[in-house]
């Protein structure tokens, strides 16, 4: 799996995932979109901050797939429903498929 990611943070399964695309069919430059997730790594926990966060986004293309870092931090008890609505409210979702091109095609 190619990504931004040093692949010690997210070499287990994540604490949480939501899927924001499936069954795509969403087509650029060659690439298409099969499935986009959203995915959750709890690195650590702190008593008066909470849980620590790695929010991730994984996108599963024809020519492979990629898992780049969305945001990270103390982002509170609903982190990734917060990231997800906010990725797929705005112009988010575009943003991310273009910089997994890129990611893509680097490598």
């Known amino acids: 799996m190619k990504g931004d990611i040093d692949q010690g943070r997210i070499g287990r399964p994540p604490d949480n ?3 924001l695309l499936s069954e795509g069919s ?3 430059e060659g690439i298409v979109i099969k499935k986009i997730e959203m995915r959750q790594y709890v690195e650590r926990k702190d008593a008066h901050l909470g849980d620590y966060s790695l929010l991730t986004v994984m996108l599963e293309t ?3 797939t990629v898992e780049m870092k969305y ?3 103390f982002r509170g008890q609903n982190a990734l429903e917060s990231a997800a609505t906010n990725l797929m ?5 575009a943003s991310l498929i273009n910089r997994a091109l890129i990611e893509l095609q680097q490598q």
């Open 71 to 73: 945001d990270e931090g």
């Open 26 to 28: 969403h087509e650029s």
């Open 89 to 93: 409210q705005y112009v988010g979702l």
């Open 17 to 19: 995932m939501k899927v």
């Open 62 to 64: 024809n020519k492979g």
